[in-house]
């Protein structure tokens, strides 16, 4: 209901009378971690409703959003790919396996990110660390997941800028303590071409950029099998 006052999209939730022939739909756990359990649902499958429910297949890219926020304020940190199933990092199916970034994106990728944080902040008030799973496809980015904690891509963001993002959630938090960061303006490099993805076909766009944390390169952090 938040996202959608919004105007902010995510995927459908099957409800008992949603019509479920027009769409491929994930069976999830209600209860889970880094995409395990997650599997397509076949029709006539019978579901467990205090157990798992029923969300809408979107094909695109897998991102993961990650922010800081004191009680005033929000602050993007960065965006990074989500790669999913690789089996060389020991996963399969919807697991998480690790991620690449920080992505480099253009003025209106930008504001829809920056959109999602001042939604979550504003209206739900988290504080501190937190991240959000998204799916870009063709039609824009559509929210899957809101974690807020400390995320795995939030790793990634670490090594990339050797900033303590850790600290960041210690000063959010410090009584008459604020973020004095500056703001996230997106600096374009020469980009590195990825493997197609997946379904999408996209291209990773890798590029530093000027947030609380500098010297930002390029890297990949892969889950552990």
Not at 76 to 96: C, H, K, M, P, S
Not at 115 to 121: M, Q, T, V
Request: proline share 6%; aromatic share 8%; charged share 25%.
């Amino acid at each position: 209901a938040v996202l959608q006052r919004e105007g902010l999209r995510y995927p459908r939730i099957a409800s008992p009378t949603t019509d479920r022939s027009a769409s491929r739909w994930l069976r999830k756990p209600r209860r889970s971690g880094g995409g395990r359990g997650i599997g397509f649902w076949n029709p006539g499958d019978p579901i467990d409703p205090e157990k798992e429910y029923l969300q809408e297949y979107l094909v695109g890219r897998s991102l993961s959003g990650a922010w800081v926020a004191d009680q005033q304020t929000v602050h993007l940190l960065g965006v990074t790919e989500q790669e999913i199933g690789d089996q060389g990092n020991g996963a399969r199916g919807f697991q998480y396996s690790g991620s690449l970034g920080p992505l480099l994106l253009g003025e209106s990728e930008q504001q829809e990110w920056i959109r999602i944080g001042k939604c979550l902040h504003g209206v739900l008030g988290l504080r501190g660390l937190f991240g959000v799973d998204a799916v870009r496809t063709e039609a824009g980015l559509y929210v899957i997941e809101v974690n807020p904690r400390y995320t795995a891509s939030m790793e990634l963001i670490e090594r990339a800028t050797n900033c303590s993002l850790v600290g960041l959630q210690r000063d959010a938090f410090e009584p008459g303590r604020r973020l004095h960061l500056p703001s996230a303006g997106f600096e374009t490099k020469q980009p590195r071409l990825g493997e197609a993805n997946d379904e999408a076909n996209d291209k990773r766009d890798i590029a530093a950029f000027d947030s609380p944390c500098r010297n930002i390169e390029s890297l990949r952090v892969g889950a552990s099998p």
